[in-house]
Each structure stands twice: as structure tokens, then as C-alpha cells.
């Protein structure tokens, strides 16, 4: 066994006595290391395979074990500019960025308020009354683009575009800003600004209290957020715009305690300051197959025009002749080295002792698509994406479409639970603060009690459906569920479409009740058979059961 394969093996660190050893004399030091090293690996400690090693298999693999952030920090820059670039360029990677998105967000999260009637001591009216009149008043403000701080999107806009940020870079920095504008109800703006901008003053170095722009206090806690004025992308603009600046965007209100700013990112690691992009473990997959379909389209196209080889053995100068069904322009003469160019349709004269032979192009390649979508199954497991749910091809039976679309749905899950918590629910609760201290609702013991507070801000969203194949056998199973007292009609309503069943119950009352008082209305049967006069109401001669 090589030196350098016993030095590898896994065992305890150099004590204190190893480290005065190596100072003084490294080539005792490094003695020791090897007898530790060869005493591992004779005793049995290392029962992992992984771990060894000594086995071709491993043998050059020696990973570092780093911090969370000393695996990802150096890396971010350059995996953020590949993650857009794969997004913008490669059809695979925008087809997993639209399945995620579309399963994740898809129309946007609706807030249905829920406030917990018994801690306030409120009747069940009452409380409904409360939560209409809070739901309506966020509901005109997400709608009116009043709470974007730029005044580009609504509500269900920024949703869209912050787990975009989030999947694309990594992270997103979310900023309460407060801008009273003609015709707002509240003050409350946010800001998104994206994960480059948030940086250390200066480019300056990490510190223990301050790692890629974000200001933590000694729990590690972040206090404040460091921005830059522009993007690193628009320092070209420099010379109209003036001098790079940073600002301290501090993450919660020292009055108060409510959040003023913060980063959405999922982690994955303890003591993870800053997020990684959602295409990061695959990146170097994508691009890999993304060249490699583009030659195969390439070499198809080339070898779809060069069919025929001329062999010459004279000479002398041939022409080249288009074909007239093809359509084209004039005979066009070769030069004298008869440098012969590609193109559909193109017939070669020659002289007569030329030869020649034609050429089997072998393409398409009949095993690239196998291949390929061996490569997608493996990279929408990575992704959590079913191969099918990610190529939107369901080919196979309904059980097995239905599955892929519920494993999808089971994943997402998770990424909705993260916009709830990190994005829809924040402000939410921000807009509802301030409502509540302009006057725009009245919420005793807001202010006064945590507890009352958190009553008050009760909510359910209501975000995108779950897909289904079958809504006959959906519904069907929905229906002996509630009947089996399993679940309730309001969540299976916002499990299978995705609606409000308050409003679909309010609304399916009115409708009932239009129709009943049309019939009522109406002429008798024989009277309407004969009539010349067409009725307006679809439902009129449709029975109770059918509705």
C-alpha cells in the first residue's frame, strides 16, 4: 500500500503531541501519521467501503469537509451566472424552472382569514364579518399593485417573480418599504432585491460577524443587510451613475420587533447563511446534454444535404446544378479546386471518369432519444420533478400518470409551504399591522398581548390545485371522504380546483336560487313547448338532482 494511500484513511486527528512532533521535525511527524493510518486500516475501524481508502474506486476521491458556507460561498458567483444562463439557453432546464414554477405557484396564493374567535371572544358572526373585511382590504391592495414598491406587479406577480429569484439564485432579499401613494390604503411597500446586490461593503472580506452581506449578532442571527446601489452587472454604467454604494437594511425593528427585511432561501445546512440555486446540482448535466443535442442537430442537418462523395480523377472544372422543384437561384460554377458546397437539392455534374458514392448519413441517431431520456429521468429525480410531469408527456396508463402527478405535488408541497412562510404570510401579516394602526380594522389587544396579536393573524391560503387525470374518480372519492366525515368540503375544494368553498357555497346559493325563482316565474311546460320565445335560463328544465 502507497504512502500516500495511508495517509488518506480516515482515523483520529493529530493530538497535541503529533502537532510538537511535526513543528520540530516533519519527517517524524509525518511517520506517525502513517503508523496512526496503517493501525486503522489493519484493526478494522473502517467499516464503510465509502470511506476507504485504499480501493481503486476511491482512491482519488478526497472531498473536503467544509462549513456550510465554505462549500457554497466561493462557488455562488459562478453558479448563479451558469443557473441563468442554462435557464435562458437550454430547453431542459427552462422546462424544469416552468414545472416547478406552475406546481409551486401556478395562479398565486389566495389569503382566506382565520382568526381564532374563541381568544378574542368573539361570536362566529362576528368573526366572519372581521375576516370578510380583513380579506378585502388586502385583496384590493395585492390587486392594485399597491403593495410593489415599484408599482410593476401585483400581488400574485411578485409571488411569481421571488420563487423565481429564489429557484434561478439561490436567494431573494425582501424589503418593508413605506411609501404613501394617492389612492393607497396603507403605506406598506415591499422591495425585492436580487441575492448579487447583497454583498459586504466594499467587496471587504468574510468575518465571523459579517458573511456575504448579511450582519449577524453572536447567536448568528442576522440583524441587517448590506446592498449594493446596482447590480455587479451594471458597473459598466459607472461613469453616468457615479461611485458604488452600500446600504445597512437592518432585519427587524428595534421598537417594534416586526420584520424589515429578510432572505428568502431554503436551507439546507446548519449555520447556512446564503442560498443555492435550484438547477446547481445538475448544472454540468444540463450543459452537457445540451451540446450534445445540438450536435446531433447539427450533424443531422449536415449529413440531411451532404449525400453524395465525387471522386475525380480528371482535372477539369464541373458545375453545379440546382434542382428547379427546390427553387433557387442561378447555375453557379465551381472553382478550379472544386471546393463543392453543402445545400438542399444540390445535383453534382462531373466528367466522365469521375465516380461516386453515396453516403449513409446515419442520422437521426436512433439511440439519442433512449439516451437522453434516461439522462432527464435521472436529472427530475435530482430535481424532484417525475419524468413525465417534466417533458409533459403522460404516455403511460392513468394510474401511473396520476401517480407522477401526485409525486410532483407531494414535492412541491414543500416549496408552497415556503412561499407561504417566507413570503405570503410576512406581508400579510405587515399589511394587517398597519391596518390595524391606521384604523382601517378594529383588533383590541393588538398591540397589547403577543397572543391576541397571533389570533388576529390567523390565516389558510389557498394556492394551486392539485392536478388530477380522472376529476369523475376525484370527485367521487372527495364526496365518501366528506361523507365519511375524513375531511371537510372546504379542503377538498381547494384540493381538487383550487377555489374558496365559501364562495363557491355563497355563489352555488344564488344561482339555486335565480333558478327556483325563474320556474316559479315561468309559463307551464305545454305553454313554453309552444312558444316561440327562447328562455334564457339554462337551469329551467333541469331537475334538483341534476344540479
Known sequence: MSERTLLRLPGKGPNVIDRVVEFFSPTAGLRR?????SLALSSGLIQYTGARGDRPQTQTWTPAAGSADSDTLPSLPALRAR???????????????????????GPGFRVKSVIDHEVLGLTEDEAQAWEARAERLFRMAARNRQLDFGRRQTFTGMQYTALWSVLESGDLLVVRRQRMRPGDLVSLKIQLVEAD??????DKPDTDRLVAGVEMDDAGAPVAYHVRSRHPGDDWIALTTGPVTWSRVPAWGRRSGLRLAWLMYRQTRANQTRGVPYLAPIIEALKQLSDYGTAEL???????????????????TAQLIEQPDVGGGDDAELSPSRAYKLGSGLVIEGADTDTFEFVDPKRPN??????????????GAALGIPFEVLIKHFGSSYSASQASMLEAFRFFESWQQFMVDEFCQPVYELFITECVAVGLLDAPGFFEDPLIRAAWLGTKWIGPRRGVVRPDIEIRAA???????????????????????????????REVRRRDAALEGSPPTEERAGSSETSNDAGADLDEEDL
Do not use: C
Open 33 to 37: 501519521r502513517r503508523a496512526r493510518a
Open 83 to 105: 443557473s441563468r444562463d442554462a435557464i435562458r439557453n437550454f430547453p431542459l432546464a427552462l422546462a424544469a424552472m416552468n414545472a416547478a414554477m406552475t406546481e409551486a405557484v
Open 197 to 202: 446586490r447583497v454583498s459586504n461593503p466594499n
Open 298 to 316: 447539427h450533424a443531422a442537418v449536415v449529413n440531411s444535404l451532404f449525400a453524395v462523395i465525387v471522386k475525380s480523377q480528371t482535372p477539369e
Open 366 to 379: 436512433h439511440s439519442f432519444e433512449g439516451f437522453v431520456h434516461a439522462w432527464m429521468k435521472q436529472i
Open 479 to 509: 364526496r365518501d371522504a366528506v361523507d365519511a366525515w375524513l375531511t371537510t368540503a372546504e379542503d377538498e375544494s381547494a384540493r381538487i380546483f383550487g377555489a374558496d368553498w365559501e364562495h363557491v357555497y355563497a355563489q352555488r346559493g
